[in-house]
């Protein structure tokens, strides 16, 4: 079986909409609901999107391990489409870590990278999609394949189970090709942007994720 290649894919659908006049489903400048980790992630994932469709930040990171933790990544991207002046609406969910330890309760022990961190993917991304569903978004996608130390087949499998199961598409992508990371890397530089050393949850601390 073909390796896939989700950066193609997306551009594809990018191609869709830059060169034809009248697309599937008549609209011209799709509506994309972004899954938004943090601050950095997002600074290299956004510049592939806002050139052919209309893009809405959406931040709900159940599995920070704490309000204060939240609340600093959710105001960092705040700042960055500020200072950006992007054509960006940002949405910032209210914290709320239970569904997280709901969801994972059971699997603290997994090693990193492993079935919790499916299961911690699965909720964000769920939670994406119905907000998606329920608002007349033509897509959902997430930063979340921007990091090279995550499982960019298992994100997009799990994005693509749940949009077939609520009943949106979903947006491939791996935001990491065509310098993608490297260039989140020199806007956080550029902007003092807060790079977390951790993934965001307390089982994942000490341990370099994104």
């Known amino acids: 079986m073909n390796k896939r290649n989700y950066n193609k894919e997306m551009e594809a659908v990018a191609e869709m909409y830059k060169n034809s006049s009248e697309t599937e489903n008549g609209v011209l400048r799709p509506r994309i609901l972004l899954h938004v980790c943090c601050a950095p992630c997002f600074s290299g994932s956004i510049g592939s ?5 209309d893009v809405t930040a959406f ?3 159940p599995n920070m391990n704490s309000e204060d933790e939240y609340g ?3 105001a960092e991207l705040r700042r960055y489409v500020r ?3 992007l054509p960006v609406k940002v949405i910032i969910r209210k914290y709320d870590a239970y569904p997280f330890y709901r969801t994972v309760r059971g699997l603290e022990n997994v090693p990193e990278g492993g079935l919790r961190c499916d299961k911690c993917f699965a909720l964000r991304l769920r939670e994406t999609a119905v ?3 329920d608002n007349g978004f033509d897509y959902f996608a997430t930063t979340l394949t921007l990091s090279p130390l995550k499982n960019t087949v298992r994100i997009n499998n799990i994005g693509e189970i749940i949009g077939s199961d609520i009943g949106v598409r979903y947006l ?6 065509k310098d993608g990371f490297k260039h989140s890397l020199e806007e956080s530089e550029k902007h003092g942007l807060y790079r977390q050393d951790y993934c965001g949850c307390v089982y994942s601390m000490g341990d370099e994720i994104s």
């Open 49 to 53: 999107l806002t050139d052919w469709s």
């Open 59 to 61: 931040f709900y990171n």
């Open 72 to 74: 600093r990544r959710a």
């Open 83 to 85: 200072e950006k002046s």
């Open 131 to 133: 907000f998606a569903k």
């Open 172 to 177: 491939p992508s791996d935001f990491k090709k």
